[in-house]
């Protein structure tokens, strides 16, 4: 393997001590003093045309400045989804609109002097609403003679794929290979399913924010906490109707994105009131505002059959599924096509069949989350994949090792499923799948892991794995680039429309640009996604930017290298092949060298007969190649001192779900706030922080009483307490455990423990107690192994 | 009404209404490290030392700090001479996003200060109430052990 200087060593994060230090770099710290402030009046209906809005009264009071309603907007349908151009969304949202679709949903916004004003002012807008017929679950809203969410005229997808409005079908894709129903009647072993993925909020630290001001040229600069800031830029000069040129979208420091912030939201109603205000105006949402109003994981419901045979080999696979998208259909068709198309091609079938759909309803909006699809069918299949092992009486990390996609193999999936189009035919170029089994394997204790039915005890350890896959970067869509430019004093200027959101994206291409012109990581100035001054980036998302846009990084290096070899060499009369870049300097084929800088000979300041070279500057752009990431989440599933904490960093943050409450009482539709927290794209936890300790202690019992689970052989006191805790926590799943048409003897329960401890993000200190305390009871008990 | 306190080692005097939260008047007076990720005491990301004791400023009056001593980020280290936490989570890697970070930082001098060698349980206790997205606490903790480990040896 090549020798590496700089990249794979641990660099300090280039922008970790300003962050450390507390300087302002964040939306909320640049905002100009005397900006304006943004407040909404939300839909307090879940479906309702609005019949008449009345904003006389609240222009009136004092510090107000301008509202916007549907009223005095231009009525533009787009989408909302920061997505490559032509976005494979269904254009189906307006800046404002008559029509409410959520509660939560858009109907006004002020701006004033304060935000108290602002928030008086919403006070003051009369609106009448002719409340419509609302429907919450995915069956209701497919049903004919559903209530039609999308009535409107002018929603349409602005590219050729399937969108049935007037039946609330926001998305669908689908595909087949082979005759599975054949291959499912013909299989020795056959199990079919049904599970269930919840809501889920990204709960970044930072909620969405923007603030924009006109510069002297009257031009709209947007300052936002986005993803995506050259999306921002198109989307906002679509909505408001005005030309890119007058726009510049800057992104400062961002508090965390996971997706949220892969949508434009916020941005076009702030610009527009810069416009019509002439002012700085800012607007940032409240934390509850960030729940109901912005994006959220869409639950999904799939229903997945597999067949086997006595070898254990997969002869079917089918996976029919569809998302509740909420009123919007924001990422629809992608999220749930990746449903499939991140998760069917990690198992080797010969038959496979994969329906995929997306469905409105008056709920908040699903849109872009970490995972992105694959997270939701991955629970569900990952689940059958334990249950069909046990049928078979395997071992499932065998079976999974057997049916695991490997080198050198492709799937027929690649082929069939784009985003939005066709996919690309892709085969696996290197896959570690086996090898990482085999580590997980062996650092976890797989062996010791023993049948469930033989262990005994109050208290009780499991072991669990899980196998998943995720792409990275969509095949001849996505792209990014670079601008490099060398200075007087050897350092460099790297340009890039990447858009680090705290995930260090801005070090990692440092890195790499060092390393292709040998100097060290300090020397290289990273300004990234500035729409003025940084080439285009499709932004933040889809893991990519380090194989993206650092490929453009990689290429955009070379060739300034070149020009320095070139440069070099007239200096030491060589030939630039013979020049080796390293260490701040160019060295010549007889040990010869010359510094970047430092002195007056420095290369960086020489003056010589060579002509054009003096710029030493490159711009390159780069069009993704496919990537295709296998891994292994060995850990996720082990429940030990260490083993529910690698888990618990996806699921993280402040109450992390909430979930609508569908058709009970006036307030249906409403998302309800609680303490509730939520797995990344499995079951949902309802309690008060209250309940949270004596629910954790109950939990861990169950975790400690292992793969036992609800069907513990243990004490019926233990028994008892955790199908009550379970039951009060996790409804659905313990149903779902229960139920004598799902005779799931291990694998359900534990699948539950394991989202169960995903899912406890309890404070520090209490987390760390009761783990030890509950670790020391365990350890006391002599079942452990 | 006015006020007058310390804030990270000079005396102010702020003009403030009664529900004026210190948060606002904190950032107001030019504190950017004060952040507000919730506004409701959830996330800790605005937490700030009054008296050396770590307090949420989002759910505490301006007025409540009069005749106090406040202290934030931008009083406990600089580029040039960062705090030796600030130094050791930067050094671990344990930054990403860096929402969260004054308050985690300010947390853990709180206690440090008053205990150069924390155990591992101590530090948990302190940071109980800082919640970061983004790093799912591994190495904050290892950093902040890692400190407490070289305070003791
Ligand atoms: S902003 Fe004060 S605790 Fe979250
Ligand atoms: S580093 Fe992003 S929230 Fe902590």
Redesign the pocket.
């Known amino acids: 393997m090549k020798k590496f200087n700089v990249v794979a060593k641990s660099v300090r994060k280039i922008d970790s001590l300003s962050l450390a230090t507390g300087k302002p770099m964040f939306v909320a710290d640049l905002k100009p003093a005397d900006s304006l402030y943004v407040k909404a009046l939300w839909s307090p209906h879940a479906h309702a045309r609005i019949v008449s809005i009345d904003v006389s009264e609240a222009e009136k009071m004092p510090g107000v400045h301008c509202i916007l309603h549907h009223g005095n907007v231009p009525r533009v349908v787009h989408t909302t989804a920061g997505q490559g151009f032509p976005e494979p969304s269904p254009y189906d949202s307006f800046l404002f609109d008559n029509k409410v679709r959520f509660v939560g949903d858009r109907v006004a916004a002020v701006a004033a002097d304060t935000p108290e004003q602002a928030a008086a002012a919403v006070k003051a807008i009369k609106v009448v609403y002719e409340e419509l017929p609302a429907v919450f679950t995915i069956d209701d809203a497919l049903k004919p003679g559903a209530p039609v969410i999308h009535d409107e005229p002018e929603a349409h997808v602005p590219i050729p794929v399937p969108y049935e409005p007037q039946r609330n079908l926001a998305a669908r894709v689908a595909m087949d290979v082979g005759d599975v129903e054949a291959e499912l009647k013909a299989a020795d072993t056959m199990l079919d399913r049904e599970f269930y993925t919840d809501y889920a909020h990204h709960c970044p630290i930072e909620p969405h924010i923007v603030t924009a001001h006109l510069d002297v040229d009257g031009r709209v600069i947007v300052t936002t906490s986005t993803q995506v800031p050259f999306h921002v830029r198109r989307i906002v000069a679509q909505v408001l109707q005005i030309p890119v040129r007058r726009i510049r979208v800057v992104k400062p420091r961002i508090g965390g994105g996971f997706g949220g912030k892969q949508e434009v939201l916020l941005e076009p109603v702030v610009a527009m009131f810069a416009l019509r205000t002439g002012r700085a105006v800012h607007w940032k949402y409240t ?1 509850e505002e960030e729940f109901v109003s912005s994006r959220t994981r869409h639950p999904e419901k799939m229903r997945i059959r597999a067949g086997v045979k006595k070898d254990g080999s997969i002869s079917a696979l089918a996976l029919d599924c569809c998302t509740n998208s909420g009123a919007y259909g924001a990422h629809a068709l992608t999220v749930v096509c990746n449903s499939g198309s991140k998760i069917l091609p990690l198992y080797r079938s010969k038959t496979i069949h994969f329906v995929g759909e997306s469905a409105y309803t008056n709920l908040p909006v699903g849109g872009a989350y970490r995972g992105y699809g694959a997270t939701q069918s991955t629970f569900g299949i990952d689940c059958m994949m334990d249950e069909l092992a046990e049928m078979l009486g395997m071992d499932p990390l065998e079976f999974r090792r057997m049916n695991t996609i490997r080198s050198g193999e492709t799937s027929p999936v690649f082929r069939a499923l784009g985003e939005g189009k066709a996919g690309v035919e892709q085969s696996i170029g290197s896959c570690e799948m086996e090898k990482c089994m085999k580590l997980g394997a062996r650092e976890i204790g797989w062996k010791k892991r023993g049948r469930w039915q033989d262990k005994k005890g109050r208290f009780r350890r499991g072991i669990g794995m899980a196998s998943l896959m995720q792409g990275s970067s969509i095949p001849e869509i996505d792209m990014g680039a670079a601008t490099m430019k060398m200075n007087d004093d050897g350092s460099f200027n790297l340009l890039v429309g990447a858009t680090d959101i705290g995930t260090g994206s801005d070090t990692i291409l440092a890195q790499i640009a060092a390393e292709t012109v040998g100097c060290d990581v300090d020397k290289l100035i990273v300004y990234s996604s500035d729409t003025d001054t940084t080439p285009f980036d499709v932004g933040a998302y889809a893991s990519s930017t380090t194989y993206l846009s650092g490929m453009a990084v990689k290429n955009v290096a070379e060739k300034v290298a070149k020009q320095i070899a070139g440069v070099g060499a007239a200096m030491m009369e060589c030939k630039p092949k013979e020049i080796d870049l390293r260490d701040n300097c160019a060295f010549g084929p007889d040990g010869k060298s010359v510094t970047f800088s430092g002195n007056r000979a420095a290369l960086a300041l020489w003056v010589g007969p060579v002509p054009n070279w003096r710029d030493f500057l490159a711009y390159h752009a780069q069009v993704a190649a496919a990537f295709l990431r296998t891994f292994l989440r060995s850990g996720g599933g082990h429940v030990d001192r260490q083993g529910a904490r690698p888990a618990l960093c996806r699921s993280g943050g402040l109450r992390h779900g909430s979930e609508p409450e569908a058709g009970r009482g006036p307030d249906r539709g409403r998302r309800v706030e609680r303490n509730q927290l939520c797995v990344d794209g499995a079951v949902s936890l309802q309690f008060t922080r209250a309940d949270a300790q004596s629910i954790l202690r109950a939990l861990q019992d169950h975790v400690h009483a292992g793969q036992a689970g609800a069907e513990d052989h243990s004490g019926p006191q233990l028994r008892k307490r955790v199908a009550r805790t379970a039951q009060r926590a996790f409804p659905k799943f313990a149903s779902t455990a229960r139920s004598p048409a799902s005779p799931t003897p291990s694998t359900m329960p534990w699948a539950f423990v394991c989202a169960a401890l995903r899912s406890c993000r309890m404070p520090f200190g209490k987390r760390f107690k009761n783990a030890r305390a509950d670790n020391k009871r365990a350890d006391a008990a002599d079942d452990i192994e | 009404m006015n006020i007058q306190f310390t804030l990270n080692g000079k005396l102010r005097t702020a003009e403030v209404e009664a529900n004026t939260k210190l ?1 606002d008047l904190l950032r107001e007076l030019g504190c950017a490290s004060v ?13 700030v030392n009054v008296d050396g004791r770590l307090i ?4 505490t009056y301006a007025g409540q700090v009069n005749g106090r001593t406040v202290e934030t980020v931008e009083a406990i280290g600089s580029l040039d001479h960062p705090h030796p936490i600030q130094d050791a989570l930067v050094e671990e890697g344990a930054i990403q996003c860096g929402y969260c970070m004054p ?1 985690v930082i300010l947390a853990a001098k709180a206690l440090f200060d008053k205990n150069p060698s924390p155990t591992e349980e101590e530090l948990a206790v302190a940071l109980d ?1 800082q ?1 970061c997205r983004c790093t799912g606490y591994q190495k904050i903790e290892s950093a902040l052990r890692k400190l407490a480990s070289e305070a003791r040896s």
């Open positions: 934390r | 948060a952040k507000i990720g919730c506004n409701e005491g959830a996330c800790g990301s605005c937490a949420n400023s989002c759910l308050g109430g919640l």
